[in-house]
């Protein structure tokens, strides 16, 4: 049976409950570990849903970052230092991806099993175990007054990639690489490859190319 | 083999290579028909990926938009009315989905085989077909200056989903739902559940729910 849910419904519904259903009201989404660095060399590493591609030309990605109200490390950490990684995670490393999201004393790498590695230039750490790896140059930071929260535009500076997940034309295979994805709040998901669509013209219906 | 991109082999590259290696790059994204109509009554239909989670408390939803320089009709109809609507779509109707995004002389609900329907206090039109329909109202207008592009900010005035798919906790259960999502320009899938993982904490490793 179809539920209507209005604005006050949604208001007025338990904290955890609305928590869960608006979170998981805008889709499937990618999850992602980001990697960070302090100006004491501390790392961190945390997951992220909120990542969303920006520009192709220059490359740049976007990620929303909560308030800035109570201890935010890796936001704190790419203010200060003007870098970050992110990094895809497989089916075999979710629940310690997941993990990095308790509050830890101390660097999340160490405590859930992640390698940092560096590459010159960037001085954040990237995931070793990740077959997707970004290192990214602060390049913006708007400032969402609704709630308070933070878009952060990065530069792509490197990519890591293993050739055998990307095209002839470019496209990353991500189901091929095992990437996992999520929703809401805590649920995890693997892929079923469906089709890659033709380019879409009026006059014919899309095939899968 | 780990291959490496600089920003400057992802500059130099083809255009069309660039472009699906940067849109595949962020990882897999939710994709879903966004529903608008201009102040002449002509309804518009096209599909977006790049759709992220804002806020629960109040109920937020963010959309990126292509730079303005070319007609956008969802952009221009959304800053006209001040509403639109998302609508997430199945493996059914993934194909005519894709179509939409085609320059259609006229609307792309008539064109491409959906349903336009309406609800009190929102003059958008949702897609009858869309197990998911959101209904939100413009609020935050964010300008991107590193490539032009556009964030619009959303409220939440609306959901209409079957009960059937709603947890008790408030969790959409989106792969029960039949949910289709994307990778890259024109790639879509399908999800296998993992697990919902609990809450995360340093004394113990996050068990499924």
Redesign the interface.
């Known amino acids: 049976?179809?539920?209507?849910?209005?604005?006050k419904d949604?208001?007025y519904?338990a904290?955890?409950?609305?928590?869960?259903?608006?979170?998981?009201?805008?889709?499937?989404?990618?999850?992602?570990l980001i990697g960070s660095i302090n100006s004491a060399g501390v790392t961190n590493l945390s997951p992220f849903?909120?990542?969303?591609?920006?520009?192709?030309?220059?490359?740049?990605?976007?990620v929303?970052f909560r308030p800035n109200s109570v201890v935010r490390h890796t936001l704190e950490n790419i203010l200060d230092t003007g870098y970050f990684t992110?990094n895809?995670f497989t089916?075999e490393y979710?629940?310690q991806a997941?993990?990095?999201?308790?509050?830890?004393?101390g660097s999340e790498f160490e405590?859930c099993g992640f390698t940092p590695k560096y590459i010159d230039g960037i001085p954040a750490p990237f995931v070793a175990e990740s077959p997707?790896q970004?290192g990214l140059e602060l390049?913006?930071r708007?400032d969402?007054?609704?709630?308070g929260?933070h878009?952060i535009?990065g530069?792509?500076?490197?990519?890591?990639?293993?050739?055998?997940y990307?095209?002839a034309?470019?496209?990353?295979d991500?189901?091929k690489a095992g990437?996992?994805?999520s929703?809401?709040l805590?649920?995890?998901?693997?892929?079923?490859?469906?089709?890659?669509?033709?380019?879409?013209?009026?006059d014919h219906?899309?095939k899968p190319?």
């Open positions: 049976m179809i539920t209507t849910f209005s604005n949604i208001l519904a904290s955890d409950y609305r928590k869960n259903l608006i979170n998981s009201l805008t889709g499937f989404k990618s999850v992602s849903s909120q990542i969303v591609h920006v520009g192709a030309t220059p490359p740049l990605i976007g929303l992110i895809h089916t979710y629940i997941h993990h990095t999201s308790a509050r830890w004393q405590k997707i970004i390049v913006e708007l969402i007054k609704s709630n929260t878009f535009v530069e792509v500076k490197q990519i890591l990639i293993d050739d055998k990307i095209s034309d470019g496209f990353i991500l189901e990437v996992v994805l929703s809401g805590d649920s995890y998901h693997t892929t079923n490859f469906l089709a890659r669509l033709s380019y879409a013209k009026p219906t899309p190319i």
